[in-house]
């Protein structure tokens, strides 16, 4: 094999890596690590893990793969510090802890007005109403 393509999936449940050769497409590997189960209200992952799940993954590909592709889970939220590393845990999008928060910023402005300006009404699983609960 002269090189090969990796496509990642990062889900709210594992990370996904699937290897495939470059010039015909054929799979040479495909392997997943779970995450830590989470459920709501409080559905939290250590972002590391995320990344110690996909070196893992692809730690005996890395001298093959030429390209990568990834898909990551919708709205989770990723606060990072000024040296880039995880402030916190990550609040995934199931996470409803912040229902209070997307209330009072519908109250604030109205749901028609959110909707007209950005196209989405706040709710607990978008991540304006996570950065107002912080």
């Known amino acids: 094999m002269t090189g090969a393509v990796?496509?990642?999936?990062?889900?709210t449940q594992s990370v996904t890596v699937e290897v495939r050769d470059l010039d015909d497409g054929t799979l040479v590997a495909r392997d997943r690590l779970p995450h830590p189960v989470t459920s709501p209200p409080r559905s939290e992952v250590d972002p590391e893990k995320w990344w110690a799940a996909l070196e893992a993954l692809l730690s005996g590909h890395a001298a093959t793969v030429d390209a990568l592709s990834v898909a990551a889970q919708q709205h989770g939220m990723v606060a990072l510090g000024a040296d880039?590393?995880?402030l916190r845990p990550a609040k995934l999008w199931n996470d409803t802890e912040s229902a209070p928060e997307a209330g009072e910023l519908v109250d604030?402005?109205?749901a028609e007005d959110w909707a007209q300006r950005c196209g989405s009404v706040p709710v607990a699983a978008l991540t304006i109403s996570?950065?107002?609960w912080l």
């Open 84 to 86: 880039d590393r995880p």
């Open 108 to 110: 604030r402005l109205g």
């Open 6 to 11: 990796a496509g990642v999936d990062s889900s």
């Open 130 to 132: 996570k950065l107002a």
